[in-house]
């Protein structure tokens, strides 16, 4: 099975300050990974795919790159209603699939 | 528009089974899969399984196997997902989620609202 890690697994930031997760799978997955918003008490939402790809309606201050094992979500100017949990999701191994374990994003 | 809308909230006693819906809407039911994801509270995603609604093929998640299944009624546009021998850690918000390709992937395109399930004796 296919693990995925995140890192960090919290983090405090000002608003207009630029946002780095990492996200690691643990084989190569080329670009089969997905981002995902949840926001409190929310369902989550789609907002990466194929690892750089925006879904349409997303804010462009959030992109994706990243392929292999390695991949990285940047909030290039984050914003008070970015307060969320964020998970990558692998989905190489098609129909399973894993998600990471999340990332907490705070204001400060 | 677009949307799933799963069944309501529900309490059940340790090993009871459950069984929760998940009603698609706003586009041709047989085209898309449908997954299901769980959160205990706190906690992160867990992927459960899959349902493919044109086949009825279904695919579980090795940890879920045994005691998990998901079927559909297509007459009614509708997935279930039944989860047997209940136990407290089974405590959780389910999801069900609509699988999209696109530039070559899937990914979870259309998210329920959620359906919180208790286990308590």
């Known amino acids: 099975d296919i693990q995925m890690t995140q890192s960090p697994s919290s983090l405090s930031a000002s608003v207009g300050d630029r946002v780095t997760i990492t996200c690691r799978a643990s084989?190569?997955?080329?670009?089969?990974l997905n981002w995902y918003q949840q926001k409190p008490g929310k369902a989550p939402k789609l907002l990466i795919y194929a690892a750089s790809s925006l879904r349409g309606g997303v804010p462009s201050r959030f992109s994706g790159s990243g392929s292999g094992t390695d991949f990285t979500l940047t909030i290039s100017s984050l914003q008070p209603e970015d307060l969320a949990t964020y998970y990558c999701?692998?989905?190489?191994?098609?129909?399973?699939?894993?998600f990471g374990p999340g990332t907490k994003v705070d204001i400060k | 528009q677009v949307q799933l809308v799963q069944s309501g909230a529900e309490v059940k006693k340790p090993g009871a089974s459950v069984k929760v819906s998940c009603k698609a809407s706003?586009?041709?039911?047989?085209?898309?899969?449908i997954n299901w994801v769980r959160q205990a509270p706190g906690q992160g995603l867990e992927w459960m399984g899959w349902?493919?609604?044109?086949?009825?093929?279904?695919g579980y998640a090795q940890k879920f196997q045994g005691r998990v299944t998901i079927t559909r009624n297509s007459s009614i546009t509708t997935v279930y997902m039944e989860l047997s021998s209940l136990r407290s850690d089974d405590t959780a918000v389910y999801y069900c989620a609509r699988v999209k390709v696109a530039a070559g992937t899937d990914a979870f395109d259309i998210w329920g609202q959620g359906t919180i399930i208790t286990v308590s004796s």
């Open positions: 084989q190569s997955i080329s670009r089969y």
């Open positions: 999701q692998q989905s190489y191994s098609t129909p399973q699939f894993t």
């Open positions: 706003g586009y041709t039911f047989t085209t898309f899969d």
């Open positions: 349902m493919n609604p044109n086949s009825g093929n279904a």
